[in-house]
């Protein structure tokens, strides 16, 4: 296992990880407990939650999706434009490829 990324809070590692699962990469999110007892222990990369890819041959594939989330023009999570379902009817965010309402995958 390799560590990827050191989150500034469990939500965030966790959002990582499904991220990463999303494509296939699978990843554990460790270190989320001692979240509780932060100000009670040192802020270090050793306390944070992180996240860890399981398979090294995942890694680099795995480092280029982080970088498209973190470091491109527009963040991954936030391209594209809001989208209705044409099951539902609901308003969908962009960053959703299933209608969060009935579970229709988006057009493409």
């Given at each position: 296992m390799k560590r990827i990324y050191n989150a500034t809070n469990p939500?965030?590692?966790h959002l990582l990880k499904g991220i990463l699962e999303?494509?296939?990469i699978n990843a554990v999110v460790q270190g989320e407990?001692?979240?509780n007892l932060r100000g009670q222990l040192p802020i270090t990369p050793e306390t944070c939650p992180s996240v860890w890819v399981?398979?090294?041959s995942d890694y680099e594939r795995a480092l280029?999706?982080?970088s498209a989330l973190h470091f491109g023009e527009e963040p991954l999570l936030q391209q594209g434009a809001e989208w209705r379902c044409g099951q539902c009817g609901e308003m969908n965010e962009p960053q959703f490829t299933e209608c969060w309402q009935?579970?229709?995958p988006r057009p493409a």
């Open positions: 939500s965030d590692a999303g494509e296939n407990y001692l979240w399981v398979e090294e280029e999706l982080l009935c579970g229709k």
